[in-house]
């Protein structure tokens, strides 16, 4: 079975190959005729009726061959800006699925090491963001009559929970951090990444905005469905992306540290009470 970061990294790849794509593709017009294009089909064998296209950026010399069957208006900046914006959903989509990989193997350990500590009291965030759960009866009848592992139950129902609810928010990725024993989560993910921590929480925001933008409205914004797409650039989507993906990575090496310091505080008092 994947560990987190190994399902992440599994996951987050396609976003960063888009990205890729994009910049060896990026181009500021297509050639059909270029001084470089007689050398380069006898270097292909291409002959002279073939019709190819040249695609040179500075970090990519490209030949697209007439088999391609690849128009011109393909290679458009404003076309290849799909890629991007590609990016930006799977990006987002690995962290909501990246998040609920982490949930799923560490929250019943650390619910059965916290006991009732592991409720957020006091956040009021976290506690809006839980006003709808519900154990349900099958759930509240197995903590009853002691039928199965009540942390195990718990954590099941609250995993579904999360599900349900979303985790595509900066606020999920606060509720889970705290539920996984981090105090103060984004506090703590942006000064392990030596970031703003304003900055940082509106980076995500902005992110899954645009990717909702992006998935639900063809790239524009909630009440703007006739108007033109929004523009992005290949700087913005790579900063977006890589803030993903350092969030990711920070929550992994924090919760993991938190749950190893809760394990070694626990053994004392098993150890107390064997002897």
């Known amino acids: 079975m994947l560990t987190a970061t190994q399902f992440f990294d599994e996951t987050f790849r396609p976003a960063k190959l888009l990205i890729e794509v994009y910049r060896l593709l990026e181009n500021d017009g297509i050639k059909t005729d270029h001084d470089w294009i007689k050398q380069l089909r006898q270097l292909v064998g291409a002959g002279a009726e073939e019709e190819v296209m040249l695609l040179w950026n500075g970090v990519f010399l490209g030949l697209v061959m007439e088999a391609a069957s690849m128009r011109k208006s393909s290679l458009r900046r404003d076309v290849l800006k799909n890629l991007l914006r590609q990016a930006i959903v799977c990006a987002c989509t690995a962290m909501e699925s990246y998040l609920q990989v982490l949930l799923d193997e560490q929250l019943t350990e650390v619910l059965r090491l916290r006991g009732y500590e592991s409720w957020p009291k006091g956040d009021k965030e976290a506690i809006e963001y839980f006003k709808d759960f519900n154990l349900g009866l099958d759930g509240a009848l197995r903590l ?132």
Request: neutral net charge.
């Open 144 to 275: 009853i009559v002691g039928e199965s592992d009540p942390f195990g139950t718990l954590a099941r129902s609250l995993l579904g929970y999360f599900k349900y609810k979303n985790l595509g928010s900066d606020k999920a990725v606060k509720t889970a951090g705290m539920m996984l024993g981090l105090d103060s989560p984004w506090k703590q993910i942006s000064k392990h990444l030596g970031r703003d921590e304003a900055d940082l929480i509106n980076n995500i925001r902005t992110t899954f905005k645009r990717r909702n933008d992006v998935v639900h409205r063809g790239d524009r914004e909630l009440g703007q469905e006739a108007g033109p797409r929004q523009d992005l650039s290949y700087e913005w989507t790579k900063h977006a992306v890589e803030t993903i993906e350092n969030v990711c990575l920070s929550l992994e090496e924090l919760t993991s540290k938190r749950l190893a310091e809760l394990r070694s505080l626990q053994a004392p008092v098993v150890e107390a009470t064997a002897q």
